[in-house]
């Protein structure tokens, strides 16, 4: 069942949108958040639902924060030029010019 939807995952970003992505970590990844996010609504019990509500949202401490941020920042800085490695010519200004719009 997962690769059926991948496959129509991908076929979506290649044919409808024409996103060039040569190594295809876009796809997969994608994918996998999606795919995570709907197993764990799904599988959660509907007890562990009501007591979130009751409770409030979760917060983090000042140490995650910092290091959510830093790793958010090192993505976006360095990602960019490590999808576009493997391109050449103009598919690497794609490959580039996407990357920087999906994580903007």
Same mark, same amino acid.
């Given at each position: ?12 970003? #290649?044919?409808?949108?024409?996103? #060039?992505?040569? /190594?295809?970590?876009?796809? !997969?990844?994608?994918? /996998? ?6 197993c764990s609504f799904m599988y959660m019990p ?5 007591? +979130?509500?009751?409770? /409030? ?15 958010? +920042?090192? +993505? %976006?800085?360095? %990602? ?8 050449? /010519?103009?598919?690497?200004?794609? #490959?580039?010019?996407?990357? !920087? +719009?999906?994580i903007s």
């Amino acid at each position: 069942f997962e690769i059926l939807l991948y496959s129509i995952n991908e076929s979506i970003g #290649v044919i409808e949108y024409q996103a #060039v992505d040569m /190594g295809g970590s876009m796809y !997969v990844h994608m994918f /996998g958040a999606f795919f995570g996010c709907a197993c764990s609504f799904m599988y959660m019990p509907a007890s562990k639902v009501a007591e +979130l509500d009751k409770h /409030g949202k979760a917060s983090g401490s000042r140490t995650t924060d910092t290091f959510a941020m830093i790793g958010t +920042l090192f +993505l %976006w800085m360095f %990602w960019p030029s490590f999808n576009g490695a493997l391109a050449t /010519g103009a598919a690497r200004n794609r #490959v580039v010019i996407n990357t !920087v +719009l999906a994580i903007s």
